[in-house]
């Protein structure tokens, strides 16, 4: 793993190169730019706040403010973990010609993808700064948590980026599997709702390693408090094993990606 990284490093501007490519393929001929980089988060959101409200009106109690920003909090980074792997997933397929013709670090593709995603969760996360500014959300030393937070998730992407990129060469149904998975598993992770809210169901919902990640987010934005540090650990334990264990994976399959590509 340190090698791999090592050799990302030493090619970081081919690196740059590819991922820069990615973004220009994906908004070239885009009449709405880099909106198109809030659409999904704001479509979240959007969904995220109408729950919201029937959980409000179910209380019979009003639409709270937190409610509308615990759910901004959580949908621009799960929008980024969405896009991310169904990119990654797509990588090698879509560079065949790079992969089999050119010799470079094959986990640069899935890499460059999810990086190109990272671009697009950035203006996301500018406008959802606007946003919490807006609704005099106050800050915190806690915010020092927000890039600790997001770096786990980045890793937790990247690993299983890395698996489904390499799975998808010789199932091609593989993305068919995680576009599947990836509309329900919504359900399963805590974005539209917090898992105090299912206080018998909290630590089931929390073996789902993004929700430490997102519960820690909200935390940190909204309630300006520490996330909790053993589901904050096991988050980052899962993101770093994956990624051995998923980058491991993925070297074991590459010598034959040419022949299934």
């Given at each position: 793993m340190?090698?791999?990284?090592r050799?990302?490093?030493q090619?970081r501007?081919l690196l740059?190169?590819?991922t ?6 994906k908004?070239?001929q885009?009449v709405?730019g880099?909106?198109?980089a809030?659409l999904?988060p704001g ?5 995220g706040i ?7 009106m179910?209380r ?5 403010v937190?409610d509308?920003?615990t759910v ?5 980074p799960?929008?980024?973990?969405v896009s991310?792997?169904?990119?990654a997933?797509?990588?090698?397929i879509a560079?065949?010609?790079l992969?089999?013709k050119?010799y470079?670090?094959?986990e640069i593709f ?6 190109s995603?990272?671009v697009?969760?950035?203006?996301a996360?500018?406008l959802?700064?606007v946003?919490?500014a807006i609704?005099?959300v106050?800050?915190g030393?806690a ?7 997001i770096g786990?998730?980045?890793?937790q992407v ?12 010789f199932?091609r149904?593989?993305k068919?599997?995680?576009e ?16 105090t809210?299912?206080p018998?169901?909290s630590?089931?919902l ?5 929700a430490?990640v ?5 935390a ?9 540090p053993?589901?904050t650990?096991?988050s980052?334990?899962?993101?770093l094993?994956?990624?051995a ?9 590459e010598?034959?990606?040419a022949?299934?590509?």
């Amino acid at each position: 793993m340190i090698g791999t990284l090592r050799e990302l490093v030493q090619r970081r501007d081919l690196l740059f190169t590819l991922t820069w490519r990615e973004v220009q393929i994906k908004y070239k001929q885009s009449v709405m730019g880099f909106l198109w980089a809030v659409l999904m988060p704001g479509l979240i959101v959007g969904a995220g706040i109408l729950v919201r409200y029937a959980f409000a009106m179910l209380r019979g109690t009003p639409l709270a403010v937190d409610d509308i920003v615990t759910v901004a909090v959580k949908s621009v980074p799960w929008a980024f973990f969405v896009s991310g792997l169904r990119f990654a997933t797509n990588s090698l397929i879509a560079n065949a010609d790079l992969v089999t013709k050119v010799y470079m670090p094959r986990e640069i593709f899935p890499v460059a993808s999810i990086l190109s995603q990272f671009v697009d969760f950035l203006v996301a996360a500018v406008l959802l700064v606007v946003f919490l500014a807006i609704l005099h959300v106050g800050a915190g030393w806690a915010l020092l948590w927000v890039p600790v937070l997001i770096g786990i998730l980045v890793l937790q992407v990247t690993g299983m980026g890395l698996a489904l990129a390499a799975g998808s060469l010789f199932f091609r149904d593989v993305k068919y599997i995680v576009e599947v998975g990836l509309t329900f598993a919504i359900f399963f992770t805590p974005v539209f709702y917090d898992v105090t809210l299912f206080p018998r169901w909290s630590t089931l919902l929390l073996l789902n390693p993004v929700a430490p990640v997102l519960e820690g987010l909200s935390a940190a934005v909204l309630l300006h408090r520490s996330p909790d540090p053993a589901w904050t650990a096991y988050s980052a334990a899962w993101a770093l094993v994956g990624c051995a264990v998923s980058l491991a994976f993925f070297k074991r399959l590459e010598p034959y990606f040419a022949e299934k590509i």
